[in-house]
C-alpha cells in the first residue's frame, strides 16, 4: 500500500515535470504557432546549466559551484529562455519552417555537445550528486516522493496561474491577432517579430525549468534523456490534450507518462531481456496509435483550444 | 501631411507603380482612382510600408518614413484599412478594437505579473474608448460577438473604428465602399466627413465616383502604374484622358 503511494507520488512527480514542458510547448504552438520540434535541446540546456551551478565541485569537470537548487532553477529558466531568444531573432525573421529545421538541428547539437564535451557536461556517463530537493528525507522514498510532489506540484500551479493570466492579458491578445492575420497586425502597429521571439523564449524558459527541476528530482542526467524521443513524447502530450489549452497540457502530460509508463512496465515483464532495447520502440509506436487515433475521434485534442477573452472583459 | 515623391515598385520585371508623386494636405480628403489593376493597392502597400518602394520618397509631416517597417507607421499617425478587410475573426468586436490601442502597458510580458493593477486600470479605459468608437460607428450592438458575423460592410467600419483607436492623424481607405449595401455605405461616408471635421486626414481608393464626388476634395487618378490626371472630382469625370483609361480596360 505504501509502496503504491509512493510510486503514485513518483509518477506524478514525473508526469507534471512533463506537464511543465508542455506549458511551455503550448506558449510556442499552442498560443503563437511556433513549430519548435528541439524541445529536448531547451530541457536539457536547463537541466545540464542547473546541473553545473548547483553540483559539488568535481575533479576533471568544470563547474560544481555548490550554489542552491533555486537558484539553479532560476538560472536554467534564464539560459534556456536566453538561448531561444537568440536562435528566435535570428530565425523567426524566416518562415516558419526555417524555425522548425532550425530547432531540429540545434537540439542535436546540444545533444551531441552533452555526449562529447566531457570536461563540461560529463560526456556519456552524465553528471550525478545533483543536489535533490528534500535530499535528507531520501531514506524514505514516501516522505521524499510526497514532499517533491508537493513541491512541484505547487511550481505547476504557479506556473500555470501565470500563464493563464498572460493568455488572457494584452499581451495574449496581440498574439491572438498576429496568429489571425499577421498583417492586419503590423498595421496597427504590432511588432509581430518581437512577440514572437518573446512568446519562444518564454516557452524556451520555462522547458529549462522543467529540466532543472527533473535533474533535481533524479539527481542524476545523462545525454540519453535528451533525445528528441523526448520531444516527440511531449508533442504528443500536447496534441492528445488539447493544444492552445494550459489544463488540456498537464492532462496531456499525465495520460502520455501514464500510458507511457504502464506499457514500459508491460514490455520490461512479459518480453526477454534481450529484445527489451528493441521492444522500446513498440512504445513511440503505440503512442503514436494513441495520437493518430485521437485526432480521427478529437481533432483538437481531449479538450480543445479554449475560447479566450481578455480577463477585464468578462461578464 | 503625406508626400509621395518620385515612387516606383517592380515586382519581378512588372512595374506596377511608375514614377508616382502626389502629396495630400493637412485636413483634406483625397480620393485615388484608377481602374483595376493600376496600382492604388500596392501604392498604399508602399505607403504603409507592407514592402519598400524600388525607388522614390515617402514622407509624412515631413519625416522620410520610406523604409521605416509598418508596424512604426501607426505610432507617426499614418493607420490604413485594406482593401479585402482583415477583422481578427475569431475575436470579438471590442477586443479587435483594444487589440489597436497605442503603447500599452498590458503588452509587455512582465507588466502583466508586476503591476497588473495598472494593467487592468490601462485595459477599463481602453475598452470605455473601444465602446464610445463602436457606438459612432453603429456597431456596439455587435461589441461581444465575432468579428467573423459581420457583413462587408461593418467589415470595413470595424477597420475604420480599430485605426481609430490609434489615434491617428492620416488614414488610408481601400475602397471603403467595395460591396456595401446603400444603407450602410451612407453611414461610411457620413462618419468619415465627421472624423475629418475633428482634423483627421483622409486619402480614399474608390471606384464609386459618386461616393468620391461627395468626399474628396482632390482626386489623383492612377492608371498602369503611372500618375494620369490629378484634380477636382468634377474635372476628372470630365477628362477624356480618364475616361479613356476606364472605358479602355472595360471595367467600372
Ligand atoms: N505582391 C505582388 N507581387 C506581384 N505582383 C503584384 C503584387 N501585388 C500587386 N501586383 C500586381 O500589381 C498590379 C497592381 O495591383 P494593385 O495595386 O492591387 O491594383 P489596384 O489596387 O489598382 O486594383 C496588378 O497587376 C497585380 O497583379
Ligand atoms: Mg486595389
Known amino acids: 500500500m505504501l509502496d503504491i503511494l509512493a510510486y503514485a507520488a513518483f509518477f506524478l512527480v514525473t508526469a507534471l515535470t512533463y506537464g511543465i514542458i508542455c506549458l511551455g510547448l503550448n506558449v510556442q504552438w499552442g498560443q503563437t504557432g511556433l513549430f519548435n520540434v528541439g524541445v529536448a535541446g531547451f530541457v536539457a540546456i536547463g537541466a545540464y546549466v542547473s546541473a553545473l551551478l548547483t553540483t559539488p565541485e568535481t575533479a576533471g569537470r568544470f563547474g560544481g559551484f555548490g550554489l542552491p537548487v533555486w537558484f539553479g532553477w532560476i538560472a536554467a529558466m534564464v539560459v534556456s529562455g536566453a538561448a531561444a531568444a537568440l536562435i528566435g531573432a535570428i530565425t523567426l525573421r524566416l518562415r516558419a519552417d526555417y524555425l522548425a529545421i532550425t530547432t531540429f538541428g540545434i537540439a542535436i547539437a546540444i545533444q551531441l555537445v552533452a555526449l562529447n564535451a566531457e570536461t563540461l557536461t560529463g560526456g556519456p556517463f552524465g553528471i550525478g550528486f545533483i543536489p535533490r530537493a528534500f535530499g535528507g528525507l531520501e531514506d524514505r522514498p514516501i516522505i521524499f516522493n510526497l514532499a517533491n510532489l508537493a513541491m512541484v506540484g505547487t511550481v505547476t500551479a504557479l506556473l500555470y496561474y501565470a500563464l ?6 494584452p499581451w495574449g491578445r496581440v498574439l491572438r491577432a498576429i496568429r489571425e492575420d499577421e498583417a492586419a497586425a503590423l498595421s496597427l502597429g504590432k511588432n509581430a517579430n518581437l512577440f514572437r521571439i518573446q512568446a519562444f523564449a518564454l516557452g524556451s524558459a520555462i522547458m529549462g525549468l522543467a529540466g532543472a527541476v527533473q535533474a533535481h528530482f533524479i539527481g542524476f542526467i545523462a545525454p540519453e534523456n535528451y533525445i528528441s524521443t523526448l520531444t516527440f513524447q511531449v508533442w504528443a502530450m500536447l496534441i492528445i490534450g488539447g493544444s492552445g489549452n494550459n489544463r488540456g497540457a498537464l492532462l496531456g502530460a499525465v495520460l502520455v507518462w501514464g500510458l507511457w509508463s504502464v506499457t514500459g512496465a508491460m514490455l520490461a515483464a512479459f518480453v526477454p531481456g534481450e529484445y527489451q532495447a528493441r521492444a522500446a520502440a513498440l512504445q513511440i509506436v503505440l503512442i503514436g496509435v494513441a495520437l493518430a487515433a485521437l485526432l480521427v475521434l478529437r481533432p483538437r485534442g481531449l479538450l480543445g483550444e479554449e475560447k479566450m477573452i481578455s480577463r477585464f472583459l468578462k461578464g | 501631411m503625406l508626400e509621395v515623391r518620385s515612387v516606383s515598385k517592380r515586382f519581378g520585371g512588372a512595374e506596377v507603380v511608375s514614377n508616382v508623386s502626389l502629396g495630400v494636405g493637412q485636413g483634406a480628403i483625397a480620393g485615388l482612382i484608377g481602374p483595376n489593376g493600376a496600382g492604388k493597392t500596392t501604392l498604399f502597400n508602399l505607403i504603409a510600408g507592407s514592402f519598400a518602394p524600388s525607388s522614390g520618397d515617402i514622407l509624412l509631416e515631413g519625416a522620410a518614413i520610406t523604409r521605416e517597417a509598418a508596424h512604426r507607421r501607426l505610432k507617426r499617425g499614418l493607420g490604413r484599412t485594406f482593401q479585402i478587410p482583415k477583422p481578427f475573426a475569431e475575436m470579438t468586436l471590442i477586443e479587435n478594437m483594444l487589440a489597436a490601442a497605442q503603447g500599452q502597458r498590458g503588452e509587455s510580458l512582465f507588466a502583466n505579473w508586476l503591476t497588473p493593477r495598472r494593467v487592468a486600470a490601462e485595459e477599463r479605459a481602453n475598452a470605455e474608448k473601444a465602446m464610445a468608437h463602436l457606438e459612432f460607428l453603429g456597431l456596439a450592438r455587435l461589441a461581444r460577438e465575432p468579428a467573423r458575423v459581420l457583413s462587408g460592410g ?3 467600419l470595424l477597420e475604420l473604428g480599430r485605426v481609430l483607436m490609434a489615434d491617428p ?8 465602399g467595395a460591396g456595401v449595401n446603400p444603407a450602410l455605405l451612407d453611414t461610411i461616408i457620413d462618419r468619415v466627413i465627421e472624423i475629418n471635421r475633428r ?4 486619402l480614399i481608393i474608390e471606384h464609386n465616383m459618386d461616393l468620391v464626388a461627395r468626399l474628396c476634395g482632390h482626386v489623383f487618378v492612377l492608371a498602369a502604374g503611372r500618375m494620369l490626371f490629378e484634380g477636382a472630382p468634377s474635372e476628372v469625370v ?8 476606364y472605358l479602355g480596360t472595360g471595367s467600372t
Request: aromatic content about 4%; glycine content about 4%; charged content about 35%.
Open chain 2, 154 to 156: 461593418q467589415r470595413k
Open chain 2, 199 to 202: 482634423g483627421i486626414t483622409f
Open chain 2, 238 to 245: 470630365r477628362n477624356p484622358q480618364v475616361i479613356d483609361a
Open chain 1, 164 to 169: 493563464e493570466r498572460l493568455v488572457r492579458s
Open chain 2, 169 to 176: 492623424r492620416i488614414i488610408l481607405l481601400d475602397e471603403p
